[in-house]
């Protein structure tokens, strides 16, 4: 079980590990071109919203929803009536998009006012983000229906399509970057446009992929098809429960549009880094594991269930507690290296490495709510992670507010870092709740091995740091440093801390067997 599962999660990382890699370019372009500054503030609010919207429609509250009813016609049901719901699926989430979209369109003033009040006295910063929200809004109703076609993908276990496809995005915005921006009438307006024809480009790409497994799909309404409904119902509490981490991003948006020109852009900068091993990791595994885990509620197979979360989470710490103490240590020299030059200078770098230092600190709660939510939402059980999702989201908005306040008031020159590590602290929180719930309700059984394999990983993630620290040096240093020197000296930071790692590990004693998903009972 634990191979499948390793294979396919390999497939959709090294898929994705091509995406975020294309990304950090995507960047690197946009800091090189465009700095930090009322330009990309205005752009990064206006393709924000959509985004948020994409969470909830693409891979989140839809996703959640869609997959276990999915999977449960494809387990118990004939093919005719799988391609029905999927031809239903479309045409009413398509109709309603865009509906969505429009209204989305002609209220684009409206929303920026919403997400960015403190625009509302730079005029001619509200105007542009405006106008880029007419762009970047409908992305919403391409994405949502690509992530319907990945999911169908997922579910017959193809995978590296849908994993792929983000690289598209990156490729059309670079492009958009570079070509398309020098002939708009205002700055920024080409990075806008580049995320209407991204939309348009990862939905046509993956049609044929759909036709070659038989569920491509002839939309039409369907409301009061059963399978529908019931999509419906799941999805509606899952709107207020999912992807909790980009609630908690927007309303940092929000109040760092009152703070000084540039915040915005140095929390995206912070963020991007720190959803590359999440992204990479996290994301990746819980794409894997919810159809499984899926079928396996649908065959009442509660042993599977628990060995294949157990699995997971071992994953997790394994991987994503060494690259949390990696951004923490790393965090200035490696947003140096990448993005200091052109109109990123010092101070953007220092200011996003606050925000950086601050995220690293909540990526393990980011990894473990996207490997524990699963544990639910494949159960089509909603009510539970709804709950613990708005109690993350209002401590998140209380200590947002405190460590700003505080931060101002102490003279702190990074304010915005308060915003990075409130919302940090929201998914620390929302990953014990969740956890704690999955034991209560008896789901999920941890296996034999758990302590030994957090002293391990406590211990080498501690053995890495000090390797790190030594050869990292004060950041300073790395801005004194042409870009190949930086390049070349992250790299071996990188590798010796990463050989570090794993040498102590093995040390102590880990092997493989160590990380098989198994119900407890004896020792494998």
């Not at 059309?172 to 080409?190: D, K, N, Q, T």
Request: proline share 5%; with cysteine; aromatic share 12%.
């Amino acid at each position: 079980m634990s191979r499948r599962f390793l294979k396919s999660t390999s497939v959709v990382s090294g898929m994705t590990l091509l995406s975020r890699v294309l990304g950090l370019a995507r960047d690197i372009v946009f800091a090189r071109l465009f700095g930090a500054g009322i330009v990309m503030d205005a752009f990064f609010v206006a393709f924000k919203i959509p985004n948020l919207l994409r969470r909830f429609f693409a891979e989140g509250a839809f996703s959640q929803a869609f997959v276990p009813v999915f999977a449960e016609y494809k387990s118990t049901r004939t093919q005719a009536e799988l391609k029905e719901l999927a031809d239903r699926v479309s045409g009413t989430l398509g109709l309603a998009l865009f509906v969505v979209t429009l209204i989305g369109v002609v209220a684009a003033p409206i929303l920026i006012m919403i997400f960015a009040p403190g625009f509302l006295g730079r005029g001619e910063q509200y105007d542009l983000a405006a106008a880029m929200l007419r762009f970047t809004f409908p992305y919403i109703l391409f994405i949502s229906l690509t992530g319907l076609a990945g999911a169908m993908l997922n579910n017959f276990g193809k995978f590296a399509v849908p994993a792929f496809t983000p690289v598209l995005l990156n490729v059309v915005m670079i492009s958009a970057a570079i070509w398309l921006e020098p002939l708009m009438p205002r700055p920024g307006l080409g990075l806008a446009l580049g995320v209407f024809l991204a939309g348009l480009v990862q939905l046509f790409f993956q049609l044929p992929f759909l036709r070659g497994i038989g569920m491509l799909p002839r939309p039409r309404w369907g409301w009061r098809d059963s399978g529908v409904r019931k999509i419906g119902r799941l999805m509606l509490p899952a709107i207020f429960g999912s992807s909790v981490a980009q609630k908690n991003l927007l309303i940092d948006t929000l109040i760092a549009s009152f703070l000084a020109a540039g915040s915005i852009t140095w929390l995206y900068y912070a963020d991007r880094m720190m959803e590359f091993p999440l992204g990479v990791f996290g994301v990746a595994l819980a794409t894997v594991i919810l159809p499984g885990l899926s079928e396996q509620h649908a065959k009442k197979s509660r042993s599977d269930f628990s060995a294949t979360l157990d699995w997971a989470l071992r994953l997790v710490a394994l991987i994503v507690v060494p690259a949390a103490v990696a951004l923490l240590v790393l965090a200035a020299p490696i947003l140096a290296t990448l993005f200091f030059g052109g109109r990123f200078d010092a101070h953007d770098v220092a200011m996003s490495a606050y925000s950086l230092q601050a995220y690293s600190i909540g990526l393990l709660g980011f990894s473990l709510v996207k490997v524990l939510a699963p544990g639910y939402y494949s159960r089509q059980e909603m009510r539970t992670p709804v709950r613990i999702a708005v109690i993350a989201l209002l401590v998140n908005i209380v200590l947002n507010l405190l460590f700003v306040y505080t931060m101002i008031e102490s003279g702190f020159s990074a304010p915005h870092a308060g915003l990075a590590l409130a919302t940090a602290l929201a998914a620390a929180l929302n990953a014990i709740l969740l956890y704690r719930g999955l034991r209560k309700a008896g789901v999920y059984r941890p296996g034999d091995g758990w302590f030994w394999l957090v002293v391990r990983v406590g211990v080498a993630s501690a053995a890495m740091a000090l390797v790190l620290w030594q050869l990292a040096g004060p950041a300073s240093t790395w801005l004194e440093l042409g870009l190949s020197a930086r390049i070349g000296r992250l790299a071996l930071c990188i590798v010796a801390g990463a050989t570090a790692y794993f040498a102590v590990l093995a040390i102590l004693g880990l092997r493989p067997r160590h990380l098989r998903g198994h119900a407890p009972g004896p020792d494998v």
